[in-house]
């Protein structure tokens, strides 16, 4: 357990409506990441933070916007959510950006966009 | 665009039996590497990180790179049931983590 809790943890909402998703982490890692898994794609970065108000896009980010006010909390929005957003959101740490870095994940956010 | 590939599989096995689990990557500057194991609805928790040529063991897992091949292994020593779950493979070459689409295992009494 990396301490990081994702919430909610499961969430249905209608097209066309705003959703949040929070990350929260107890440790003070600068790095953290929004990824989306979806059945035949694996793991697809959304959007990563690399501190307090840096962000950066990942290979999937249309759609999403994220925030990142204090270093334990990486705020996932969407701002208009489609079917295509229905997934599981997790996000990640990584404790050594400056060396392995292997990543700890969440327990996850099972979105449905009806 | 790095790409790493992986058999989805199912990999059938009984139980007691060696199970190879294998990942090939394009980034020739990747400088780690890991393999993740995830059950059904669940998150992927990290269970092997290599980072030079040749194997590692940790208990029953093996993790085997060879970066000439852009090669990567996980060998499952003594199979159990409880192994069965999605595999994942992870290469990371900066700061940000390619990874693939999972390897599914079932170890089958």
């Known amino acids: 357990d990396a301490g990081i809790t994702q919430s909610p943890r499961h969430k249905v909402t209608e097209t066309g409506t705003p959703v949040t998703l929070r990350c929260h982490q107890t440790e003070n890692h600068r790095y953290m990441y929004w990824y989306r898994q979806d059945p035949g794609h694996g793991l697809r970065l959304i959007h990563y933070s690399y501190g307090v108000k840096d962000t950066d896009k990942g290979e999937v980010s249309d759609g999403y916007s994220v925030s990142r006010s204090k270093t334990e909390d990486f705020l996932l929005t969407l701002e208009s959510a489609t079917s295509s957003q229905t997934s599981v959101y997790f996000c990640?740490?990584?404790?050594?950006?400056?060396?392995?870095?292997?990543?700890?994940f969440g327990p996850g956010t099972r979105l449905t966009v009806t | 665009q790095k790409e790493v590939e992986q058999n989805s599989g199912p990999l059938s096995v009984p139980e007691g039996a060696i199970a190879s689990l294998n990942c090939t990557y394009s980034?020739?500057?990747?400088?780690?590497f890991f393999w993740y194991r995830q059950y059904s609805g669940k998150s992927p928790e990290l269970i092997m990180s290599?980072?030079?040529?040749g194997d590692k063991e940790d208990g029953r897992f093996t993790a085997q790179l060879n970066k000439a091949s852009q090669y990567v292994s996980l060998l499952i020593r003594d199979s159990q049931p409880s192994d069965s779950a999605t595999y994942l493979c992870a290469v990371r070459g900066s700061y940000i983590p390619t990874f693939g689409r999972g390897t599914s295992l079932i170890v089958h009494p």
């Open positions: 990640a740490i990584t404790p050594s950006p400056e060396g392995p870095g292997e990543q700890y």
């Open positions: 290599i980072y030079s040529n």
């Open positions: 980034d020739r500057v990747s400088q780690s």
